[in-house]
């Protein structure tokens, strides 16, 4: 592949803008060099938008891509979930599902994503990702709901870890899914088989989930009924006290969603983190909020208090589309005092370096990020889309 010489409206390296008329060197997707203006090259190609590194998906659930518009929107987490176990149930052919995720792929692929923490129930998008293109950290989500099942569920976990790992697939790790859904011994068993890695756990996406600890009660007793198993929670404590502390390991946690996430809550999680090696990453995914129950995160609250934040879509199940260009417009547009940089960051370097892949999320000399066009209207405002300029790695 010839060289290639890039300029663009504006210019984002992951970390900060770049001054105006800077010039990227590519060649086989890996940057040569960044030309600052006085440098700059005769000929190079100009482009329309932001030129940035190639964007991350750090949350989506790519084997539920056979669920868009198949789920009402709002009514809350609750009434989403029994949703979801209803059409689980339904028996969908694995033909369709394959097609759906393979859909789901390019168009994230197009839309500027090169790399993707996914969450991982069973086997049957594997092929699908070894396909891709894309960089994949592979999370297999433990659901167990009493400590007497533990054995069973985690064989079942196993089988999909092991099912990943022999499809080359090697960043997997078991991780749990939500404190309302996985119980008091499996987080225990999950904090053991996790020393060091990295996982991911949904957090306070709901009140609910909050007045399920605080009280034991709540609409979350509706979904223990249809699930046949005894309400967990009640312990006095919001949801995020409640289990945080199961984690002793050094570990490097995703907090996905924090919609309903306190100030009281991100100190008492920093505390711990402190006391026991951990890392914690607090993953926004504002598309799959709006559509469940028609909020926001804390994003302005989550930076004042100095936490990494990055980015998710979540599935088709819960949200129109799988593009982070969207969540960016959705978190500027509900927090327009806030600098396009942090957003910028979360997106591409925070993500990144949050999961493990040290040549993605930044423009510089010897990385291979891809390249990601963010569109801008004729204002200079974010449009929502974007685009693949260069994907590869």
């Known amino acids: 592949m010839a060289v290639k010489m890039y300029r663009a ?17 590519v060649k086989n997707g890996t940057i040569l060099d960044l030309l600052a203006p006085e440098n700059a090259p005769e000929e190079f190609e100009m482009l329309s938008g932001i030129l940035m590194p190639g964007m991350v998906n750090a949350h989506c659930h790519l084997e539920l891509s056979h669920f868009k518009n198949q789920i009402n929107e709002g009514g809350g987490l609750v ?16 033909e369709i599902i394959t097609e759906r995720a393979k859909q789901a792929v390019a168009e994230m692929r197009a839309a500027g994503i090169v790399a993707v923490g996914d969450i991982c129930n069973t086997t049957d998008v594997i092929g699908i990702k070894k396909e ?15 400590d007497a099942t533990l054995e069973p569920r985690w064989a079942h976990n196993r089988a999909v870890l ?11 790790i078991l991780t749990p899914h939500a404190p309302y859904s996985v119980s008091p011994a ?22 609910a989930e909050n007045e399920l600890f605080e009280s034991g009660g709540g609409d979350f007793l509706q979904l223990y009924q249809l699930t046949q198993t005894q309400p967990l929670g009640g312990t006095g404590k919001s949801s995020l006290q409640s289990w945080l502390p199961y984690f002793t390991k050094g570990q490097t946690i995703v907090l996905v969603h924090n919609t309903f996430t306190k100030l009281e809550d991100i100190q008492f999680a920093q505390a711990h983190a402190r006391q026991y090696g951990l890392k914690l990453v607090w993953c926004l995914c504002p598309g ?15 930076l004042e208090e100095g936490c990494t934040v990055v980015l998710g879509t979540d599935s088709y199940s819960s949200n129109w589309q799988l593009s982070i260009a969207s ?16 957003l910028l960051q979360a997106a591409t370097v925070n993500g990144a370096r949050a999961l493990g892949w040290t040549q993605l999320g930044r423009l510089e000399k010897g990385a291979a990020p891809g390249l990601a066009l963010l569109g801008l209207d004729t204002a200079g405002k974010l449009t929502g889309q974007a685009r693949a300029h260069l994907t590869g790695f």
């Open 9 to 25: 409206s504006r210019m984002f390296d992951g970390q900060q803008f770049l001054p105006e008329g800077t010039t990227v060197v």
């Open 79 to 94: 009434h989403f979930l029994l949703q979801v176990v209803a059409k689980r149930k339904e028996g969908w052919p694995l």
């Open 132 to 146: 891709s293109g894309l960089q994949w950290r592979n999370f297999v989500e433990v659901l167990n709901f009493s």
């Open 162 to 172: 092991e099912g990943h790992l022999a499809a080359g697939l090697a960043a997997s």
């Open 186 to 207: 499996t987080f225990t068993a999950l904090n053991e088989a996790s020393e060091g890695a990295i996982i991911s756990v949904h957090n306070q996406e709901t009140p």
């Open 288 to 302: 799959a909020n709006k559509y469940i129950e028609d909020a926001v995160p804390p994003l302005p609250l989550l």
């Open 327 to 342: 969540e960016i417009k959705l978190l500027a547009e509900a927090y327009p005092q806030l600098p396009l940089e942090s």
